[in-house]
């Protein structure tokens, strides 16, 4: 199924603007479903925004018309834009692939904070 890595994380004042990309290699196949998730510390981790191959995106409640997720030209990439950040979205941030009924692929994360 191959591998994501994510980049693109880093540290933001309250109010900035962060995008996150995330690039797959050694599939041959292309992911139906990608997606973002995220981890801070002491919880578990939560769906931020996923995107289907045909472009239905679907987001958390808590970052509907702040964050934007969509899939670059090249196979298995996606990208989260991130505007008008909070110190609550502080978190890894994990880049997920599905492929069919074969189990998720995920990336190794990527650290976002966010200060106040």
């Known amino acids: 199924q191959g591998r994501l890595e994510e980049s693109g994380g880093g540290l933001v004042q309250a109010g900035g603007s962060l995008r996150l990309s995330c690039a797959g290699s050694?599939?041959?196949?292309?992911?139906?479903?990608m997606g973002w998730y995220r981890q801070a510390p002491g919880k578990q981790r939560d769906l931020v925004a996923t995107i289907t191959s045909g472009g239905s995106t679907n987001y958390a409640d808590s970052v509907k018309g702040r964050f934007t997720i969509s899939r670059g030209n090249a196979k298995n990439t996606v990208y989260l834009q991130m505007n008008n950040l909070k110190p609550e979205d502080t978190a890894v941030y994990y880049c997920?692939?599905?492929?069919?009924?074969?189990?998720?692929?995920w990336g190794q994360g990527t650290q976002v904070t966010v200060s106040s």
């Open positions: 997920n692939g599905v492929l069919g009924g074969l189990a998720p692929v």
């Open positions: 050694g599939s041959i196949f292309s992911f139906n479903v």
